[in-house]
C-alpha cells in the first residue's frame, strides 16, 4: 500500500474489533512511526506506551466507557510533555497530532483500523490522568490520546468529505 492509499483508506473505525492478537512487531512499527513525525524544533515531547496485556487492556478501557474499544486487542497511549521549544512557545500538541496521524496510516497499512480517542478522555474528569496512573506514567507527562488497534470485525464508515474546490485554491482565498 502506497502512503496515499493509506491516506485515503483511513477512516475512523467505531466498531468492534476481532479477536485476534496483534503481533507485537506490528505494534513496534506503528510506534515507530508515530516517533518518526516532526517535533517543533526537534524537542521530541511525545512518547508511547503499547498496551497488549488483556486484563491491563480491561482496567483501561474500563475506565473509557467506550463500548466497542473493549473488544480491541491492542491499546497505544499517547504521551505529552510541555517542553518549551521556541519564544516561550511549545509545539507538544502539533507534535503528538503528527505522531498520531502517521501512526493511524501505519495502522491502515498493517491491515488494522483504529480511532483517534482525546476528547473522551481529556475532558474534567481527568480519564487520561487515570489510565496514566494505572501504567505509572510520571505526573510530568500527560495522556492525551489513546489508538485501539485491530482488525475490524465489522464494515468501515467512510464520511464524505467536501469537494477539494470548496477547501483548497491557489494564490489566495476564493469563496464560492
Known amino acids: ?60 478501557y474500563e475506565l473509557t466507557e467506550l463500548e466497542t474499544v473493549k473488544t480491541a486487542p491492542a491499546m497505544i497511549c499517547v504521551l505529552t510533555q510541555e517542553i518549551i521549544a521556541y519564544r516561550d512557545r511549545s509545539f507538544f500538541v502539533q507534535d503528538y497530532s503528527a505522531a498520531i496521524q502517521n501512526m493511524l496510516l501505519a495502522i491502515v497499512e498493517l491491515g488494522y483500523q483504529s480511532c483517534w480517542y482525546e476528547g473522551q478522555i481529556t475532558d474534567v474528569d481527568r480519564i487520561g490522568r487515570k489510565m496514566a496512573d494505572i501504567l505509572e506514567v510520571p505526573e510530568d507527562y500527560e495522556l492525551v490520546c489513546f489508538l485501539p488497534v485491530g482488525i475490524a470485525a465489522e464494515g468501515l464508515n467512510y464520511v464524505e468529505k467536501k469537494p477539494f474546490e470548496a477547501r483548497a485554491w491557489f494564490n489566495g482565498f476564493k469563496r464560492r
Request: charged residues 20%; aromatic residues 4%.
Open 1 to 60: 500500500m502506497t502512503a496515499s492509499q493509506a491516506i485515503k483508506n483511513r477512516t475512523s473505525y467505531r466498531g468492534n474489533f476481532k479477536n485476534t492478537a496483534i503481533p507485537r512487531e506490528d505494534l513496534i512499527k506503528i510506534m515507530e512511526a508515530g516517533l518518526a513525525a516532526p517535533s517543533g524544533c526537534n524537542t521530541q515531547t511525545t512518547s508511547l506506551i503499547a498496551v497488549d496485556d488483556a486484563e491491563l487492556l480491561q482496567k483501561l
